[in-house]
């Protein structure tokens, strides 16, 4: 009984998140250790990539056991900091970050990387939440609440465009949400709506105006080393090296130029999403379209039931297996039924905490917890739809089963505040008690 005791000591909070979490977790482990085999054959040790993951995971379960143990009233009071931070070293990491398949998204403080846009995510919601609940009135947000957020969001979501749009598309997607929850007029979000629709054909304009059209004549990997060289480091965080240019003299992007020098890969993936022309099997080129050929040959593959975990075949032919595709190795491996278990799970994450928000007796912790499970379904959502190809390429990882560094402990940190909001958050009078 003692032991029992302790370990609910350890576990606090809602029962069914902590379940999902550890499925996810176990799913993860798994598949990282199957789709690293590359890794793997490279660095001489096959354990070397799920053991640095599952090393990361457990360094992410210390911090959900902290984060669980702070009472949600105390999660404002990082608002003031962690926004101006995420700023600054987002424009630290536009300035001077280590470019990664000529994106610069990461950047090295000390012997540590890290991903800004990680951290300017959670600041974004928690900054979000904590304006839509502070403006509250009998008939919803005031009307104000609107331009703070737009005005945070010009902080923390534009300077993340220019080297991961897909990331500030799916960021402002979940802020709109989280106004509709936050019941922001709906004059203005439709307003809101008008305005994005036009930005948004303008700037698929200008990319196809201006963007270069992709060299067909190239294979991925040829197109790789025209740019830069990817390696794995010590801590297993891909880092970008100088390949064949490192003792030219180059010239500094003006401004512009760093804003538009990604153009080129998105006209790409636009034109590769949208050319509906069909190709016979015996004619695809898998050279020159590597990541969705392989992916889909790995989904057909399964045959519903899947060959078994750690037999995948396409793992060691699918760029990035291990990270933005590895929903397909999941197919590949489990069948159809087990990538339909794993949605499921982010479906219960989604739900279980809507109700956990609606038991929240004050509006932060509610928005807050809401805000946060979109965001991880969401980015789940892309990946899945990008991974059987309803979606173009993206390079968002799978949260919690991709193999990462910053994201995965961040996206621990974002269920330690649910499980937080669940256990100590005020409940209304009419709510029904949640375990833990």
Not at 119 to 125: D, T
Not at 179 to 204: A, D, E, T, W, Y
Request: glycine share 8%; proline share 4%; net charge positive.
């Amino acid at each position: 009984m003692d032991s029992l005791k302790q370990i609910n000591n350890i576990f606090k909070g809602d029962k069914v998140i902590w379940i999902v979490f550890f499925m996810l977790c176990i799913v993860s482990i798994i598949e990282v250790y199957s789709a690293s085999s590359s890794l793997g054959y490279k660095s001489g040790n096959y354990w070397k990539a799920a053991t640095y993951h599952s090393f990361l995971l457990l360094i992410g379960v210390g911090v959900m056991v902290m984060t669980l143990n702070i009472k949600c009233k105390f999660f404002k009071l990082a608002t003031p900091i962690l926004v101006p931070v995420a700023f600054v070293m987002l424009i630290l990491v536009f300035v001077c970050g280590t470019k990664e398949n000529d994106a610069a998204r990461w950047l090295k403080i000390g012997f540590i990387p890290i991903q800004p846009s990680e951290i300017a995510k959670g600041a974004m919601i928690l900054a979000t939440a904590q304006i839509l609940s502070a403006m509250q009135t009998a008939d919803g947000a005031a009307p104000k609440a609107m331009k703070y957020v737009l005005i945070t969001g010009a902080f923390l979501i534009l300077p993340i465009a220019p080297e991961n749009l897909s990331t500030a598309a799916m960021l402002s997607f979940v802020v709109f949400l989280m106004m509709i929850i936050g019941r922001v007029p709906l004059k203005q979000l439709g307003l809101l709506v008008s305005v994005c629709v036009l930005f948004v054909g303008l700037g698929i304009g200008s990319i196809l105006a201006f963007g270069k059209a992709p060299d067909n004549s190239l294979t991925d990997k040829e197109k790789m080393h025209l740019t830069e060289e990817v390696q794995e480091t010590e801590d297993g965080i891909p880092v970008a090296i100088k390949d064949k240019e490192k003792n030219e003299k180059k010239v500094e992007p003006t401004g512009v130029q760093k804003i538009a020098h990604r153009f080129d890969t998105w006209k790409g993936r636009i034109m590769e999403f949208t050319n509906k022309e069909e190709v016979p099997p015996e004619k695809y080129d898998l050279d020159k379209n590597g990541q969705v050929g392989h992916a889909r040959i790995a989904i057909v593959s399964s045959n519903v039931k899947g060959c078994g975990p750690g037999n995948s075949v396409e793992r060691d032919f699918l760029s990035q297996a291990f990270s933005d595709f590895i929903y397909a190795i999941v197919i590949e491996e489990l069948g159809i039924f087990g990538a339909a278990f794993v949605a499921f799970l982010y479906v219960v994450l989604l739900f279980r905490t809507g109700i956990i928000a609606r038991r929240c007796k004050n509006p932060f912790p509610a928005y807050l917890a809401m805000g946060l499970a979109l965001l991880m379904v969401t980015q789940a959502l892309f990946n899945m739809m990008v991974a059987v190809g309803l979606a173009p390429v993206t390079g968002q990882p799978l949260p919690l089963i991709s193999k990462g560094g910053t994201s995965s402990i961040i996206n621990c940190l974002y269920i330690g505040v649910i499980l937080s909001i669940s256990r100590t958050a005020a409940r209304r009078d009419d709510a029904v008690l949640i375990d833990g």
